[in-house]
């Protein structure tokens, strides 16, 4: 329980001031990594995941349609807003999602809207 008893007589020698400024140095050179990795790493976890989830399961929508009498093939694509209502989530916060997948190459932006590659 009193360890710092024990650590403060050497703390203050010359050895223990170097080994105090390396210690800290490490601190400031790698905890801010490790810091973002963390944060990123719960982004992915907690919202990107699921947004890409969503879209693999839940590909655009095929639709017939007749146009000049030739049948084609008409897809509606998921939307921000659509995306953020089925996830139940804002807006803003799929469409920083979105972003990030796309960057990723995780998600497609066509015209209409976003699909799973």
């Known amino acids: 329980m009193r360890w710092w008893s024990y650590v403060w007589p050497f703390a203050r020698t010359w050895w223990g001031t170097i080994v105090g400024v390396a210690t800290i140095l ?3 050179y790698y905890g801010p990594r490790k810091m ?4 990123d790493w719960y982004i992915e976890r907690f919202t990107d995941s699921k947004v890409c989830q969503f879209l693999k399961e839940h590909p655009g929508e095929y639709k017939m349609s007749q146009d000049f009498g ?3 093939y008409q897809v509606n694509y998921w939307t921000p807003e659509a995306l953020a209502e089925a996830v139940g989530f804002g807006r803003c916060r799929v469409a920083r999602s979105l972003v990030r997948l796309k960057q990723q190459g995780r998600v497609e932006l066509l015209r209409e809207g976003w699909i799973a590659k």
């Open 26 to 28: 490490l601190a400031v």
């Open 36 to 39: 973002l990795e963390t944060w």
């Open 70 to 72: 030739e049948n084609y």
